[in-house]
């Protein structure tokens, strides 16, 4: 994974910019079948409602 690195203020404002840095997978990731979708209503579109 990569990301980038900033340093803000109280009020959100960058500082300054730390750069890019890479973190590498500690353990492999599961399949994306595995892990339980999110709930959005994005992810869920199309979905039947249950009641």
């Known amino acids: 994974m990569t990301l980038r690195v900033y340093t803000v203020d109280r009020h ?3 500082t300054s910019d730390r750069g890019t840095i890479v973190v590498p997978p500690t353990v492999p990731l599961p399949p994306g079948d595995v892990m339980p979708r999110c709930a ?3 992810c869920r579109a199309g979905e039947q409602v249950s009641r």
């Open 12 to 14: 959100g404002t960058v």
């Open 40 to 42: 959005c209503q994005h």
